[in-house]
């Protein structure tokens, strides 16, 4: 039997539903909740009484220091934003492709990370390569066949949200460089459930929401950029970017010299308070043991699975498999009656692309498995 290796009693809803839909909205702990409830009470409801300009001013460094940690970047290059959106948009300005340039996507990926860059080539002279994500194919291959000496830039998800195929950055980045194209990777569906080293990668930019597998709520995201991208303006600039915010001389461009440059105005304080309770469990978990216990779910669930009528869209054996993020699809039933009926039953899955998406977290046990494996 495996058990989960975070306390369940943290999670309210699991005494009664198994919970397989992390990629989605994701649980929040108790130590995040509790976190929250905290500097709601003793300290935003009372304004500058409990918090002053001083502090507010450095008040998302601690939250810089642990995703740094978490990614393997150093703090100075992490930009703690309101939204991976909010990032993703800014790119094809700050990318400035030139005319005839190149952006390759792919063509099932995240909206946040394609949508910027349709707009931005409605209006100037670039175009976008789509590449198709086939089920028995290398996406990683796929991708690096489309590259050439007009490509400026790659846009990529590191998990795919809606397959949980699982890119190979190292070899991406690779072949970006030889054409001096740039690599920007969101590593929304991965941070939190499989190790993420950017300074492996070396990609231009990397980019994270604060929730899912990270535990947090919303109102909060990441981004690293690399030492080069740093020394650009951003496109976009609030009042929050320099190194001390409440300089607040209007006649000034007061930018940090860091990631920091990037925050544009106040944030939401609360979910950085509950971000940071989350991360620290996360680090004291370690992600690869949670990327461990994802794959010996994932196993007892594809096992149970060979005399259903339902497979995976990505075999185990593939090399871009994530064992936490696994779709099923089935030519033998519908879909959306298969999601109604294990929501009926208590078992939260997702839909993405008309296939059930199981996501798999430290808090889920080879119960939760079987329940959905019976339903099915």
């Known amino acids: 039997m495996i058990q989960s290796i ?11 539903i198994s919970y397989l839909n992390q990629a989605s909205l994701g649980l929040m702990g108790e130590p995040a909740v509790t976190a929250m409830h905290h500097f709601l009470d003793e300290t935003a409801r009372h304004g500058n ?3 002053s300009d001083a502090e507010e001013s450095v008040f998302l460094q601690p939250l810089r220091s642990r995703f740094a940690q978490l990614i393997g970047s150093e703090k100075n290059n992490v930009a703690i934003v309101a939204s991976a959106s909010e990032i993703l948009s800014q790119l094809p300005a700050l990318l400035s492709p030139t005319e005839e340039s190149k952006i390759i996507l792919v063509a099932t990926d995240f909206p946040a990370i394609t949508r910027p860059w349709i707009a931005y080539c409605q209006a100037n002279p670039c175009r976008i390569c789509f590449v198709e994500e086939e089920p028995d194919q290398s996406l990683t291959d796929q991708i690096i066949q489309n590259l050439d000496a007009q490509t400026v830039a790659v846009c990529i998800s590191f998990v795919q949200f809606a397959s949980g195929r699982r890119l190979n950055i190292s070899r991406l980045r690779a072949a970006s460089q030889a054409v001096g194209a740039k690599l920007v990777v969101d590593v929304t569906q991965a941070a939190g459930a499989v190790p993420v080293s950017v300074q492996e990668w070396d990609a231009d930019v990397v980019v994270c929401s604060g929730y899912k597998w990270l535990g947090g709520h ?24 320099g190194d001390d915010p409440f300089n607040m001389d209007a006649k000034q461009l007061l930018l940090s010299k860091t990631a920091a440059r990037y925050t544009q105005a106040t944030l939401s304080y609360i979910s950085v308070v509950g971000l940071n309770a989350a991360l620290d469990e996360l680090l004291k978990t370690s992600v690869e043991r949670i990327h461990n216990h994802s794959s010996q779910l994932a196993e007892v669930l594809l096992t149970g699975l060979t005399n259903l009528e339902w ?3 990505i075999e185990a054996d593939a090399d871009e498999f994530s064992p936490h993020i696994i779709t099923l699809q089935t030519a033998r039933h519908n879909v959306q009656s298969a999601l109604q009926k294990l929501e009926k039953n208590g078992v939260i899955c997702g839909n993405r692309n008309g296939r059930i998406r199981v996501s798999l977290a430290h808090y889920n046990n080879e119960d939760d498995i079987q329940s959905l494996l019976k339903v099915l």
Request: charged share 20%.
């Open 218 to 241: 919303g109102g909060i995201a990441f981004a690293r950029f690399s030492d080069a991208l740093l020394e650009k303006q951003p496109p976009f600039i609030g009042w929050f970017g």
């Open 49 to 51: 009484l409990k918090m």
């Open 311 to 313: 497979e995976a869209f």
């Open 6 to 16: 975070s306390s369940r009693l943290d999670y309210p809803c699991l005494r009664t």
